[in-house]
């Protein structure tokens, strides 16, 4: 059976427990003020973030409090990762 999900120090997270944790910043590290922000459209319109953090085994994410997830890009991702 094949899982989607994220694994760290030898725990296994599902998508949707990656997105609580990382929404609730639990797996994001030393989250602070980015030198540049980026602006981006979505559902909700326009926004600025203009936080970043780390995820540990990953690399830098952008970190907006007030938003549902912060998501890695699949580009991104596909960078690391096999990607299926």
């Keep these: 059976m094949?899982?989607?999900?994220?694994?760290?120090a030898g725990s296994f997270y599902t998508v949707n427990q990656m997105w609580r944790y990382l929404q609730k910043k639990k797996m994001l590290k030393n989250v602070h003020e980015a030198k540049?922000?980026?602006?981006l459209y979505c559902n909700a319109g326009m926004m600025t973030v203009n936080k970043t953090g780390d995820l540990p085994g990953y690399g830098t994410l952008w970190y907006y409090e007030d938003g549902i997830a912060n998501i890695p890009s699949l580009n991104n991702v596909k960078k690391k990762y096999r990607v299926t």
């Excluded at 094949?2 to 760290?8: A, E, H, K, P, V």
């Excluded at 540049?36 to 602006?39: M, R």
Aim: glycine share 10%; charged share 20%; net charge positive.
């Design 2 to 8: 094949t899982r989607l999900g994220y694994q760290t």
């Design 36 to 39: 540049k922000s980026l602006s």
